[in-house]
């Protein structure tokens, strides 16, 4: 990667939005906050594209899944690696994400920022 | 049929108020009697007109019509309608018993029928109250972890030094505070495992397991604890040992360490001894016993009861009371059995049998 490696964080929550924006910059990320859906797609459209999207499930307007399946339907989105980091358990929406196509369904609560940053720089070194 | 259908006259569509006081339909619904009549147009008059009625009685030829109310339980639910071809002194009492009989019949046939639809859609709003919890269950966990999430997370990266370097002291307030969120976090994750699991809405994957891999892994991850402790830490397996179990991996490593975990956290000196053994040619046999505290009989007893804490005025261990439940559960769930034996002062042993 000759760039910073950029990321979009798509999460409502401001205080977590913040919290992990704060992480990945300090970690020498380029971080574009999505507090929506809707931005998420908006900030995929404007371009550049990102080398990672780190997601939550329960948003308002667009969720999660069906961001996901939104990306997945643009051929030259469909291959960004999208975690999925979220407080919903539910076993028919992880199933449905995973089958999108995502890197990893992480539940947000049991992961520190750290832990995170280093789960998506260890998935981007190895590519 | 055909001459109802030349009648033009569509029963279905009829439509007789309970205020027509003369109307014998009326009049059996609400005296609970019987009625008997030569004129057709009695029966379903005030709907149409008489001549209708009677046009359509001498087409079809009837000469007397029988009106039995319908009673279950001493309250009229209809009526029911004989049009016979006979006049009323050629109806013995044979047939009205017969035609009584029927009647009756009728009535309890109704009556089941509509049961069964109350009791099918008690079964079906059940069935929604049942969806509701499972899906406020699960938002509720959601909600609760959201703001722990921020908390352990902030908190997270104060003591990673994200901030900048932090003093002692306060790195030490600032731990305890961390592991306050992570103990909160881990009780929501508990609550909500504990009722998928109660409710069998776990997902497990299944899939046949070398125990001693996964007793060899979740001991490892409790050395340096351990040690930091001062407790001799030992595993024994068996040789030769038999461990292939059916289990869900993720799942029995979980319970293998909050065994460990708590054999760990309830014994200050001492001696933690993890082993494996095979008691018969079907099972497989973990235990785990420490030179802690023990338990009297009576706490044994309580011991994977839910919401549970052994010692809990001992002040110093922290637990979320639902470890043991989980761990029985999911036990049991692999169609095994777990077991503790314990004295007071010098020490506990837990076990756990599955079959190989």
């Given at each position: 990667?000759?760039?910073?490696?950029?990321?979009i964080?798509?999460?409502?929550?401001?205080?977590?939005s913040?919290?992990?924006?704060?992480?990945?910059?300090?970690?020498?990320?380029?971080?574009?906050?999505?507090?929506?859906g809707?931005?998420?797609?908006?900030?995929?459209?404007?371009?550049?594209?990102?080398?990672?999207?780190?997601?939550?499930?329960?948003?308002?307007?667009?969720?999660?899944?069906?961001?996901?399946?939104?990306?997945?339907?643009?051929?030259?989105?469909?291959?960004i690696?999208?975690?999925?980091?979220s407080?919903?358990?539910?076993?028919?929406?992880?199933?449905?994400?995973?089958?999108?196509g995502i890197?990893?369904?992480?539940i947000?609560a049991?992961?520190?920022?750290?832990?995170?940053?280093?789960?998506?720089?260890?998935?981007?070194?190895?590519? | 049929?055909?001459?109802?259908?030349?009648?033009k006259?569509?029963f279905?569509?009829?439509?007789?108020?309970?205020?027509?006081?003369?109307?014998?339909?009326?009049?059996?619904v609400?005296?609970?009697?019987?009625y008997?009549?030569?004129d057709?147009?009695d029966?379903?008059?005030?709907?149409?007109?008489?001549?209708?009625w009677?046009q359509?009685?001498?087409?079809?030829?009837?000469?007397?019509?029988?009106?039995?109310?319908?009673?279950?339980?001493d309250?009229?639910?209809?009526?029911m309608?004989?049009?016979?071809?006979?006049?009323?002194q050629?109806?013995?009492?044979?047939?009205?018993?017969?035609?009584?009989?029927?009647?009756?019949a009728?009535?309890?046939?109704?009556?089941?029928?509509?049961?069964?639809?109350k009791?099918d859609?008690a079964?079906?709003?059940?069935?929604?109250?049942?969806?509701?919890?499972?899906?406020?269950?699960?938002?509720a966990a959601?909600?609760?972890?959201?703001?722990?999430?921020?908390?352990?997370?902030?908190?997270?990266?104060i003591?990673?030094?994200?901030?900048?370097?932090?003093?002692?002291?306060?790195?030490?307030?600032?731990?305890?505070?961390?592991?306050?969120?992570?103990r909160e976090?881990?009780?929501?994750?508990?609550?909500?495992n504990?009722?998928r699991?109660?409710?069998?809405?776990?997902i497990?994957?299944?899939?046949?397991?070398?125990?001693s891999?996964?007793?060899k892994?979740a001991?490892?991850?409790?050395?340096?604890?351990?040690?930091?402790?001062g407790?001799?830490?030992?595993?024994?397996?068996?040789?030769?040992?038999?461990?292939?179990v059916?289990?869900?991996?993720?799942?029995?490593?979980?319970?293998i360490?909050?065994?460990?975990?708590?054999?760990?956290?309830?014994?200050?000196?001492?001696r933690v001894?993890?082993?494996?053994?095979?008691p018969?040619?079907?099972?497989?046999?973990f235990?785990?016993?420490?030179?802690?505290?023990?338990?009297?009989?009576?706490?044994?007893?309580?011991?994977?009861a839910?919401?549970y804490?052994?010692?809990?005025?001992?002040?110093?261990v922290?637990?979320?009371?639902l470890?043991?439940y989980?761990?029985k559960l999911?036990?049991?769930?692999?169609d095994?059995?777990?077991?503790?034996?314990?004295?007071?002062?010098?020490?506990?042993?837990?076990w756990?049998?599955?079959?190989?």
């Amino acid at each position: 990667m000759d760039h910073k490696p950029r990321i979009i964080i798509v999460e409502d929550d401001t205080l977590l939005s913040k919290m992990y924006s704060t992480k990945f910059v300090a970690e020498g990320f380029d971080v574009l906050a999505a507090l929506d859906g809707e931005m998420a797609l908006q900030f995929l459209h404007d371009k550049p594209t990102p080398d990672f999207i780190i997601m939550d499930m329960m948003m308002p307007k667009l969720s999660g899944v069906q961001v996901l399946e939104q990306i997945r339907n643009i051929p030259e989105l469909a291959k960004i690696p999208v975690l999925i980091l979220s407080n919903l358990q539910d076993p028919a929406q992880i199933h449905k994400a995973k089958e999108l196509g995502i890197v990893e369904y992480l539940i947000k609560a049991n992961y520190t920022p750290s832990q995170i940053a280093e789960f998506v720089k260890n998935y981007l070194a190895k590519r | 049929m055909e001459i109802l259908k030349k009648a033009k006259v569509e029963f279905h569509a009829i439509e007789i108020p309970l205020t027509a006081k003369e109307n014998l339909l009326v009049k059996a619904v609400d005296h609970k009697k019987e009625y008997i009549t030569h004129d057709l147009s009695d029966v379903f008059y005030p709907e149409k007109t008489r001549e209708i009625w009677r046009q359509l009685q001498r087409q079809v030829g009837i000469k007397t019509s029988l009106v039995y109310p319908l009673v279950i339980k001493d309250k009229s639910i209809g009526a029911m309608i004989f049009s016979l071809t006979k006049n009323e002194q050629d109806i013995n009492d044979y047939e009205k018993s017969i035609l009584s009989g029927f009647t009756d019949a009728v009535a309890v046939a109704l009556e089941h029928a509509s049961l069964y639809q109350k009791l099918d859609e008690a079964n079906k709003s059940l069935k929604d109250l049942d969806k509701r919890k499972d899906e406020f269950i699960s938002v509720a966990a959601h909600e609760l972890r959201a703001p722990l999430t921020a908390v352990k997370g902030y908190l997270s990266m104060i003591c990673d030094g994200d901030g900048g370097k932090v003093p002692k002291q306060i790195d030490e307030y600032v731990h305890g505070a961390l592991e306050g969120a992570e103990r909160e976090i881990r009780l929501v994750n508990n609550m909500l495992n504990v009722s998928r699991i109660e409710e069998n809405r776990l997902i497990y994957q299944m899939g046949n397991i070398n125990l001693s891999l996964v007793v060899k892994q979740a001991f490892k991850e409790f050395i340096i604890n351990a040690k930091e402790k001062g407790l001799d830490f030992e595993l024994k397996i068996e040789k030769d040992i038999k461990d292939l179990v059916y289990v869900d991996q993720d799942r029995i490593f979980e319970v293998i360490t909050n065994l460990i975990s708590n054999a760990l956290k309830y014994s200050d000196k001492g001696r933690v001894m993890v082993s494996l053994s095979n008691p018969s040619h079907n099972l497989i046999k973990f235990t785990i016993t420490d030179t802690g505290r023990g338990m009297t009989k009576e706490e044994q007893q309580k011991l994977f009861a839910k919401f549970y804490r052994a010692n809990s005025s001992a002040g110093t261990v922290m637990g979320t009371g639902l470890g043991l439940y989980i761990t029985k559960l999911l036990i049991e769930k692999f169609d095994g059995t777990i077991g503790v034996e314990s004295e007071l002062g010098k020490g506990s042993l837990f076990w756990f049998e599955l079959p190989i």
